[in-house]
Nanobody
Framework: QVQLVESGGGFVEAGGSLRLSCAISGLTFSNCYMGWFRQTPGKEREIVAT????????YYREAVKGRFTISSDNANSTLYLQMNALKPQDTAVYYC??????????????????WGQGTQVTVSS
């Protein structure tokens, strides 16, 4: 049984930093991409960043390039999202997700098989 459990969300002032973690269990990491998505009320869930678990190739949405860093810790089966220089527009529920079906980088929610429950990030102006 695959489980993804996010933590690390919270309230921070603009310009501050947070690090999100996603503890992963029950997953085979070969050909696996892990992603971070975010969603605000009334909007579609959007990709923030994704990384190939083995090999490390990654993608970031334009709005977070240079501020966010996605990384994987294979020894501890944990995915991270380091978020620096946070802006109010980064406020959202953040989800981690696993894509295991194709071995290809997926940028849409439909490409992901497993999801965490989400963690709230609130950035005040």
């Amino acid at each position: 049984q695959v489980q993804l459990v996010e933590s690390g969300g919270g309230f921070v002032e603009a310009g501050g930093s947070l690090r999100l973690s996603c503890a992963i269990s029950g997953l085979t990491f070969s050909n696996c991409y892990m992603g971070w998505f975010r969603q605000t009320p009334g909007k579609e869930r959007e990709i923030v960043a994704t990384i190939r678990w083995i090999g490390g190739s990654s993608y970031y949405r334009e709005a977070v390039k240079g501020r966010f860093t996605i990384s994987s810790d294979n020894a501890n089966s944990t995915l991270y999202l380091q978020m620096n220089a946070l802006k109010p527009q980064d406020t959202a529920v953040y989800y981690c997700a696993a894509s295991t079906r194709t071995g290809l980088m997926a940028l849409r929610t439909s490409g992901y098989d497993y999801w965490g429950q989400g963690t709230q990030v609130t950035v005040s102006s």
